[in-house]
Each structure stands twice: as structure tokens, then as C-alpha cells.
């Protein structure tokens, strides 16, 4: 099935840790993005990628990490997890930066304990 | 700053007709996006506006006023499936989305 693929689907994690979140996609969208979701918030951008080999950083990048070694893969990494960045993890994908719409995986549900 | 503004609840009667409102004021303005979220699952596209005026698909409509920077989603015949939360997402000059919290859309018999 096309889409969006994300792993683990959900982690328990002691904070200090170093975690990677695997998200992989099989529409050779150019564009990859990677958000959190937070109760009463709106979706915020972490990290994003217009493009295999280039990264920028979004609204809140700090304690991430991103690489887009090639066009189907985009992990996110957390070098040190604080209780903070306990959230769910969206991943999402477009054509295009300024074309069209995001097709988002089925999410990651972090907790940092 | 960069502000999207919907209400955070709305309730409705399975069969009738609700119009959730998103009011925006972003740095520029590239096209606006609604969403889907059924709890616990991913955020699917609804619809896509970036003219002004009125974009109908079935049983979903979106309109776009951007002299106002003001949107709403028109849902009709209500079904129990409908009951989710709606996101609001504006593109702005950078091409980045900005979104809405969400409106939860709680339908009742």
C-alpha cells in the first residue's frame, strides 16, 4: 500500500536516551516534513526537507535532528530525550513545497519518563 | 506573529448542517487547507482553497474570503463518522503551513 510509513508506533523512553523515529515513504514525494502534536495545540513543525540532501529547521527544531539521505527516507532523531518532547510524532510527505496536499503517516506516540 | 483561530468544540445533530470558522492572519498567503482527524489517526486532506469563493466536494464545501483572512468548512447531512476534529492550515509566504489547533466536532443522535 502507497504511503507513509512510520516506526515504532509508540515508545516508552527514559529521558537521557537517544531515540530515532523511522519514517519512509513510497511516492517520491520531493518535500518531507516531521511534526508534533501536542493537546490543544496546532500541529508544529520540526524539521523539513524540500528536497533529498537539503534540511531546514521549522518552528521548534531544538533537541532534533533530521537526515535526508535519500528521497523515501526521513528520520528524526532525539539525541537527549527531556519529558518535553513527550508528544505524538507525525511525518509527513508532498510533491512539492508549494504544490498540493500532505499526506501524513499514522503517527508515533513518544513518552519520556 | 502568525495566529489561525477556530473553535476549539462544536457540537451537532446527526443529519443537519454545521459551518466550522477558521480566521487567519499570516505573513502572506499561499492557499488554505482543511483536514481531518479521526482521534488516535493521522490528519487526512479535505480541501484546498486559495481563490475566493466557495469549492464543494459532496457532502463538504469550503469557502475563502482572503480580504477577511476568514474560512469556514460547511459540513451537511451529518453522519456519526463525521465526528472528528477539523484542522485549519494556512501556507504562508515561505510556503510552510501554519495550523489551526482544531475544532472537535462532536455529533449526537
Known amino acids: 500500500i502507497a504511503g507513509i510509513t512510520q516506526a515504532p508506533t509508540s515508545q516508552i523512553l527514559a529521558a537521557g536516551r537517544r531515540m530515532t523515529l523511522r519514517c519512509t515513504q513510497d511516492?517520491?514525494?520531493?518535500?518531507m516534513y516531521w511534526y508534533r502534536q501536542d493537546l490543544g495545540l496546532g500541529l508544529r513543525l520540526i524539521h523539513y526537507?524540500?528536497?533529498?540532501?537539503?534540511?531546514g529547521k521549522g518552528e521548534v527544531p531544538d533537541g532534533y535532528s533530521v537526515s535526508r539521505a535519500n528521497t523515501d527516507d526521513f528520520p528524526l532523531t532525539l539525541a537527549s530525550a527531556v519529558p518535553s518532547q513527550t508528544s505524538v510524532y507525525f511525518c509527513?510527505?508532498?510533491?512539492?513545497?508549494?504544490?498540493?496536499?500532505?499526506?501524513f503517516g499514522e503517527g508515533s506516540r513518544l513518552t519520556v519518563l | 506573529g502568525q495566529n489561525i483561530d477556530q473553535p476549539t468544540e462544536m457540537t451537532a445533530t446527526e443529519g443537519a448542517i454545521v459551518q466550522i470558522n477558521c480566521t487567519y492572519q499570516t505573513s502572506g498567503f499561499n492557499g488554505l487547507f482543511w483536514y481531518q482527524q479521526h482521534a488516535g489517526e493521522a490528519p487526512t486532506f479535505l480541501s484546498y482553497n486559495v481563490l475566493d469563493g466557495l469549492e464543494e466536494k459532496g457532502r463538504f464545501s469550503s469557502f475563502l474570503s482572503r480580504s477577511k483572512g476568514y474560512s469556514y468548512l460547511l459540513l451537511k447531512e451529518l453522519q456519526m463518522k463525521d465526528s472528528a476534529s477539523y484542522l485549519c492550515?494556512?501556507?504562508?509566504?515561505?510556503?510552510?503551513?501554519?495550523w489551526g489547533a482544531g475544532t472537535k466536532l462532536i455529533i449526537k443522535p
Open positions: 492550515a494556512v501556507r504562508d509566504s515561505n510556503y510552510q503551513l501554519i
Open positions: 511516492m517520491r514525494h520531493n518535500a
Open positions: 509527513a510527505s508532498s510533491a512539492g513545497t508549494d504544490t498540493g496536499e500532505l499526506f
Open positions: 526537507s524540500n528536497t533529498a540532501g537539503t534540511t
